[in-house]
Each structure stands twice: as C-alpha cells, then as structure tokens.
C-alpha cells in the first residue's frame, strides 16, 4: 500500500514538474534546499526541547528544596 502511494506521488509529481517546464535538476535543487530547511527545523527544535529540559529541572529543584 505504502509503494502503490508513494509511485502515485511521483508519477503525480513528474507530471506536474513536466507540465510547469521544470527539469529534474531543478527539482532536485527544490529537495535538497527543503532538506535543508527541515534539518534547521529539527536542530531547532532539539535546541529547544534541551532547554526545556533544563528548565524543568531547574524549577524541580527549587520545589525540592522548597518542600
């Protein structure tokens, strides 16, 4: 099911990269820049749930020693 879905998806997307003129390089040049968008992304959001992490620690802490 998932290999019907996913040849659906590039014989779709052939056809509309052919219909608007755009080449394979341009193509692959539209991956690798969303590729890179999306490591940013998760660089981010790892960076981000660590300093949640740390907070959470932080404020656990202080309620220890508080109680």
Known sequence: MVRMMMMTGLVVGAYVAGYNE?????????VENSMTYVEGMMEYAERFREEANSVVETVTETVEEVL
């Not at 755009?22 to 539209?30: A, G, K, L, P, S």
Request: proline residues 0%; without cysteine.
């Open 22 to 30: 755009i080449t394979h390089v341009e193509v692959m040049e539209m």
